[in-house]
């Protein structure tokens, strides 16, 4: 394993200069790029296994990227960042229910993107080995069930379904169970960077977590939005029992 | 009272066709005059008659002559009496060939008779016996023919009640579908451009309902229109964008390329870049905010605690150009909006405060509730130390790209569409914005209302 792992990336976007001063940009970054300019392909190379992440663009010729999206999550998880137009707020919330990790308004700078990708990357590959995030273990809180190793979250024993941001918010939490989590902290944490004030997008992966994980948990809400500090997940008394496989250090 | 049209309709024709009303019932009495005398007359003449027939039998043509004499002084009548054709048994024989012929109709019919003369008319009544009364009676008084006091009470309520009824319908009909009209064109000049009334004035087929037919076609095309031109700046936004995504990343592939110079032409390019592209953004952002197609999806907002983080961040901003934010007063308030749209549309002033007011000074901001008019409000103030705007300039600072002084703006940055996104957000959230300068000259005052929610 090299010390900077190649980060497979496949780019859907209909620009293909874009596409080319990309490929250009992040060839030195240490990621392997491989753009589509339509979205058919588009979907069957993204489901093909073969890359690491897909950045994909809301204003596709013929499939609008929300389709693209809705057709790849129907069958794969595989982290996805859409870049939208900027200020079109619709688009990006829409994006991040549909399932998409995160997002980038266009014209977005490279350096952004970068940063982006590999605030994502770094965790969907634990192997490989920058420190920080790869605290092996089991996370036991309730009725859920997180395991950092294989990357899967049970509740009752049935394994639900997550994106690769939606898995890091709910580690983050469960980490931080039964106190108040900074909406800050969290966004640094999990996306990778700071929130603008009127930035929704972790506001709208915890509601996703809701809807996945249901609302309430013994009684209590799950997961409760502290205003304008952040947010607090349920420790229910009885029934918390934090693994103790979760190392610390 | 409102004089609204509908009461100027009601009102006015009702009036008028009561009027009519009243005169032609007054007319209707002059037309035939003789039943006054007959009605009022009648009963008196039959039971003098009576009353005649007795003394005649009694004693004689005199005695009926002198009886005769004394009802005419008293009711100013003449009166006679007949017997089949004979008469007047008074023997008198002032009696015109009319009069005569009335009272022989009487007898032949045994019913009343009437018949006009010069001076009224000839009335004559069958009393039995073969006795017949004549008398001719005066034409009734040309005020009384105004004012019979019988019927006219009854009358005049008809035609009032009447005219009213229809005056009323009329008025209705008239100015229903004007409301209708008047309805639409603020739904559509709130912004609901869809807005149509064809429907509502399908089943006329009148001036108003033209009128409407042409309102549904500026309708359109007013809808059309906008529709383009938002479509244009879409496309346009979009169109801009696209290069300026790919300049981005040339950008920074030159910046890795000339390492030897890493510049400040680069920078340069980066920051006008950014500035083209927050150009965009901020048109786009006007342009829904005026088409008003954009629902604002409405929360309670602590508009305390939005402004202090504002007031925070701007003034570390404002640092670095040795000018200082502060925060004088701030009440809680609690109002219902849209938090981004508020964020921007306070960002925004309390931006262009920091860039006018002069250096060393501060942008002081306050934020108070108010009762006006028994409605509360939020009333947030923001206040520069800075050379204000001349007064004729006052109401042109939120048009889009507008600058008091040419050169200011590009001096000190800005987009130039910051405060007419500041006027509609506003607007869009039911309050109001003013300007004016601070009256020792020193400084513009901006003052955003915004009502505050109940419960």
């Excluded at chain 1, 994909?56 to 939208?84: N, W």
């Amino acid at each position: 394993m090299v010390k900077k792992s190649m980060l497979r990336i496949l780019l859907i976007d209909d620009d293909r200069e874009l596409c080319e001063l990309l490929t250009d940009y992040l060839k030195p970054e240490g990621v392997q790029i491989e753009t589509v300019f339509s979205p058919e392909p588009g979907i069957e190379r993204a489901l093909s296994g073969e890359h690491d992440f897909v950045v994909l663009d809301v204003m596709l010729p013929g499939i609008s990227g929300f389709e693209v999206l809705r057709r790849i999550r129907a069958k794969s998880r595989i982290p996805v960042l859409m870049l939208t137009a900027r200020g079109d707020d619709v688009d990006r919330i829409v994006g991040l229910e549909m399932g998409a990790d995160d997002y980038l308004p266009k014209p977005f700078n490279p350096r952004e993107l970068v940063a982006r990708i590999r605030a994502v990357g770094r965790r969907i590959s634990p192997a490989t080995g920058e420190g920080e995030r790869t605290t092996q273990g089991r996370l036991e809180i309730g009725d859920i069930e997180l395991d950092t190793a294989t990357r899967t979250v049970r509740q009752m024993g049935e394994l639900v379904e997550m994106t690769s941001i939606e898995f890091n918010l709910l580690e983050e939490l469960l980490r931080m169970a039964g106190q108040v989590v900074a909406r800050a902290d969290l966004s640094k944490k999990v996306l990778g960077r700071t929130l603008s004030p009127y930035d929704r997008s972790l506001d709208v992966h915890v509601s996703s977590l809701r809807r996945k994980l249901g609302h309430d948990v013994g009684g209590i809400e799950r997961i409760k939005t502290i205003r304008g500090i952040g947010y607090l997940y349920a420790l229910s008394a009885p029934a918390a029992t934090q693994s103790a496989e979760a190392a610390d250090s | 009272m409102r004089r609204t049209l509908f009461s100027k309709i009601f009102l006015w024709f009702w009036l008028a066709s009561a009027f009519i009303g009243v005169i032609s019932a007054a007319l209707s009495l002059k037309v035939d005059p003789k039943s006054i005398s007959i009605n009022r007359y009648s009963e008196k003449v039959i039971n003098a008659g009576k009353s005649f027939i007795e003394i005649y039998e009694k004693d004689g043509p005199p005695a009926l002559g002198h009886a005769c004499d004394d009802f005419e002084r008293e009711n100013r009548v003449s009166i006679y009496l007949f017997k089949g054709s004979r008469g007047p048994l008074s023997g008198r024989q002032n009696v015109t060939f009319e009069g005569r012929h009335t009272a022989i109709t009487a007898a032949a019919t045994g019913m009343a008779s009437d018949t006009p003369s010069a001076r009224g008319v000839w009335y004559a009544a069958a009393l039995g016996d073969d006795y017949t009364v004549l008398a001719e009676l005066p034409p009734p008084m040309p005020m009384e023919q105004f004012f019979q006091p019988e019927f006219l009470g009854l009358r005049l309520a008809m035609s009032f009640i009447v005219a009213g009824l229809f005056s009323y319908l009329l008025a209705r009909s008239l100015t229903r579908p004007i409301l209708q009209l008047r309805k639409a064109t603020r739904r559509f000049a709130g912004g609901a451009l869809a807005t149509r009334v064809g429907s509502i004035l399908e089943i006329r087929k009148d001036e108003i309902a033209d009128l409407g037919w042409d309102f549904d076609t500026m309708a359109e095309r007013i809808e059309a229109l906008v529709d383009a031109q938002q479509r244009l700046l879409r496309d346009i936004s979009h169109e801009l964008r696209s290069p300026l995504a790919r300049l981005n990343v040339a950008l920074e592939l030159a910046r890795r390329n000339s390492k030897e110079n890493p510049g400040n032409a680069l920078d340069r390019i980066e920051r006008e870049s950014e500035r083209l592209n927050e150009l965009i953004s901020e048109l786009l952002t006007l342009t829904l905010l005026e088409s008003g197609t954009e629902k604002i999806e409405k929360e309670p907002i602590n508009l305390a605690g939005l402004v202090e983080s504002i007031v925070e961040d701007s003034d570390f901003e404002a640092r670095d150009r040795n000018r200082l934010v502060k925060i004088v007063t701030c009440e809680e308030v609690v109002v219902n909006g849209s938090e981004e749209m508020l964020l921007r549309a306070i960002e925004n002033v309390i931006r262009n405060a920091i860039r006018y007011t002069n250096e060393g000074t501060s942008v002081e901001v306050s934020l108070l509730r108010q009762e006006i008019d028994e409605r509360k409000f939020a009333v947030l103030r923001v206040r520069d130390h800075g050379p204000g705007v001349p007064e004729a300039a006052l109401g042109k600072v939120f048009k889009p790209f507008y600058r008091v002084e040419d050169d200011r703006g590009r001096l000190t940055g800005g987009t130039g569409i910051g405060l007419a996104i500041t006027e509609r957000s506003v607007l869009v959230h039911g309050g109001t914005i003013t300007v004016s300068n601070v009256s020792d000259g020193d400084g513009l005052l901006v003052e955003i209302l915004l009502p505050i929610s109940e419960g």
